[in-house]
């Protein structure tokens, strides 16, 4: 009884500290964000096997009316079990020469889960792994299954809108997905994170926006 007694108590201490941290992290001032800038890139293939010369494709316009829900019966969810390694990444930083040292080097996805922690109750495990001066974190997959019929639709959601507003892809691309890796700071902290990329909108021949990229909601990136 006594030990159960002390391992409640310091889980309730832990509970307190987290709820502290978070209370006096929003009233300091706001973290400056440095602008990030490309170092490298790479593909994946459907096996999640790293390519070196990814291809982006291009934004197009979606013909509308356009139904999200065209062709969900026939869908089948990918396994995302390996899509959040961060070998890949590392292989590429390594390829290019890049400097990591004093980096926190991540995906995109794994900074959204621990920002967004006092915000969204689900579930997240993060390997975290320091080497000489630099630390690494990897995402835990844990189950991504859909809880019911509309949770997986809006999941499908996703994937439809982004064949809709893409050019179809060359037959011979085996690139499933363009990761960009790049370099940023937040406050004193250097982080180096790759990102999965959907497409670029060419502005030479589209007015629909200033932006060069369309950002992906991958969970793994």
């Not at 007694?5 to 992290?25: D, E, G, N, P, W």
Request: glycine fraction near 2%; charged fraction near 25%.
């Amino acid at each position: 009884r006594e030990v159960r007694r002390r391992r409640m108590q310091r889980t309730r201490q832990a509970t307190i500290h987290v709820k502290s941290l978070v209370t006096s992290l929003s009233r300091k001032r706001r973290p400056t964000f440095q602008q990030p800038i490309e170092v490298c890139s790479f593909g994946l293939n459907d096996k999640h096997e790293r390519i070196p010369h990814g291809s982006l494709r291009r934004y197009q316009d979606p013909k509308m009316p356009a139904d999200l829900n065209e062709g969900y019966a026939d869908y089948v969810q990918k396994d995302n079990t390996a899509a959040s390694n961060i070998q890949p990444l590392l292989d590429s930083l390594s390829l290019h020469h890049i400097d990591t040292s004093g980096a926190i080097v991540t995906y995109r996805n794994n900074l959204n889960k621990i920002l967004s922690t006092p915000y969204d109750r689900s579930a997240w495990n993060i390997f975290v792994r320091r080497e000489k001066n630099t630390i690494y974190l990897e995402i835990q997959q844990n189950n991504n299954q859909p809880e019911n019929d509309a949770h997986a639709r809006s999941m499908y959601y996703g994937t439809r809108f982004e064949e809709i507003c893409t050019e179809p892809r060359n037959e011979k691309d085996e690139c499933t997905q363009y990761c960009s890796i790049v370099s940023t700071k937040l406050n004193n902290f250097t982080v180096i994170m790759g990102a999965e990329i959907d497409c670029y909108i060419d502005t030479s021949t589209s007015s629909s926006s200033s932006s060069s990229s369309c950002s992906s909601s991958s969970s793994s990136s």
